[in-house]
T-cell receptor, first 116, second 114 residues
Framework: GAVVSQHPSRVICKSGTSVKIECRSLDFQATTMFWYRQFPKKSLMLMATSNEGSKATYEQGVEKDKFLINHASLTLSTLTVTSAHPEDSSFYIC????????????FGPGTRLTVT | AQKITQTQPGMFVQEKEAVTLDCTYDTSDQSYGLFWYKQPSSGEMIFLIYQGSYDEQNATEGRYSLNFQKARKSANLVISASQLGDSAMYFCAISPSGYSTLTFGKGTMLLVSP
């Protein structure tokens, strides 16, 4: 099946700094990429949807100036958490879709962010 | 709008037995897809099985089968011959056909005991 990678898998940063998470589709072209956030023992919450070459569409309640998403190529999307605070600590998962049938999403392994 | 309901926060099953994880959905779309994902403690989301709303037969993938009852809006996952490695969180999800956006349920934690 299709492979999606995420980097880094774990990151610890200080409050007030920014951190970038990369999501790559390794063996297919991802016209659409998704970013999710997951709190412990909770379901995945969609943060935003990004299409290659266009601005991301953010879900209600997600601050677009805080969570910057860039989908510059068909194989790479990045999520930058700006001016991170401890409440931003979470598990962030990306997924990618080729945009064609069966419209399946392939998930990355996730990034655990801890803000101290 | 779409919604997934998973009413079982946790399920226990003995090794080699079958288990059914419940999923009901609500959607105004005529055409849609239903997915099941497994999330082990490592965090990775693993795709298990897909059912299209117009598929006449229930989907099967190895030990996984989807009991699709369209009139009841249910899409239960059946795992046969449970294995210890099946212990994980299981999420049911729905997407409108032609789009990739997934709406997830809250998940069911499955524990398989020896």
């Amino acid at each position: 099946g299709a492979v999606v990678s995420q980097h880094p898998s774990r990151v610890i940063c200080k409050s007030g700094t920014s951190v970038k998470i990369e999501c790559r589709s390794l063996d297919f072209q991802a016209t659409t990429m998704f970013w999710y956030r997951q709190f412990p023992k909770k379901s995945l919450m969609l943060m935003a949807t990004s299409n290659e070459g266009s601005k991301a569409t953010y879900e209600q309640g997600v601050e677009k100036d805080k969570f910057l998403i860039n989908h510059a190529s068909l194989t790479l999307s990045t999520l930058t958490v700006t001016s991170a605070h401890p409440e931003d600590s979470s598990f962030y998962i990306c997924s990618a879709s080729s945009g064609g049938p069966p419209y399946e999403q392939y998930f990355g392994p996730g990034t655990r962010l801890t803000v101290t | 709008a779409q919604k997934i309901t998973q009413t079982q926060p946790g399920m226990f099953v003995q090794e080699k037995e079958a288990v059914t994880l419940d999923c009901t959905y609500d959607t105004s779309d005529q055409s849609y897809g239903l997915f099941w994902y497994k999330q082990p403690s490592s965090g990775e989301m693993i795709f298990l099985i897909y059912q299209g709303s117009y598929d006449e037969q229930n989907a099967t993938e190895g030990r996984y089968s989807l009991n699709f009852q369209k009139a009841r809006k249910s899409a239960n996952l059946v795992i046969s011959a449970s294995q210890l490695g099946d212990s994980a969180m299981y999420f049911c999800a729905i997407s409108p056909s032609g789009y990739s956006t997934l709406t997830f349920g809250k998940g069911t934690m499955l524990l398989v005991s020896p």
